[in-house]
């Protein structure tokens, strides 16, 4: 079942992507609050490469209902469906390994992706081993 998600979207390069996570959770956080919704779940964020270099980037939370358009946060969802998910353990660079791995683990069991990858994070950027889970929806082949 999909879950309603407030989001900023944009568009950030690598170096940038933590001061864009930053500025899009805060103004999320605010919206919800002005509107009277909860967050329900961690932080996540959607990036799509681009052939033009860095990533479009929607970030934002889990919420107890759809949001109103409030100046750059809008509403969206996270999928439901079937997904592959694991653990990423480490610094937020090294985490595409867990990408591969799962797309690894999609086509070795005769699956193919159903859509874009997540990332939801579980602990704030200073940890020293922060905990990041990935997220892959997949289908039948």
């Known amino acids: 079942m999909a879950q309603p998600t407030a989001v900023v979207r944009g568009h950030a390069d690598v170096p940038d992507i933590g001061d864009f ?3 899009a959770y805060g103004r999320v956080m605010a919206a919800a609050g002005e509107q009277g919704l909860d967050i329900t779940g961690a932080p996540f964020g959607y990036y799509r490469f681009t052939d033009k270099g860095g ?3 929607e970030a934002g939370f889990p919420v107890s209902g ?3 358009p409030s100046g750059d946060v809008e509403p969206s969802e996270l ?3 079937t997904c592959a998910k694991t653990l990423h353990v480490g610094a937020y660079d090294q985490v595409s390994a867990a990408h ?6 999609v086509t070795d069991n005769g699956q193919v992706p159903s859509g874009d990858p ?3 994070y579980l602990d704030g950027p200073d940890v020293p081993e922060p905990r990041t889970l990935v997220f892959l929806p997949y289908k039948a082949a």
């Open 21 to 23: 996570l930053g500025r």
């Open 100 to 105: 591969e791995a799962l797309g690894k683990w």
């Open 55 to 57: 990533f479009d980037i």
């Open 66 to 68: 759809p949001i109103l």
């Open 79 to 81: 999928p439901g469906g």
């Open 118 to 120: 997540w990332e939801c």
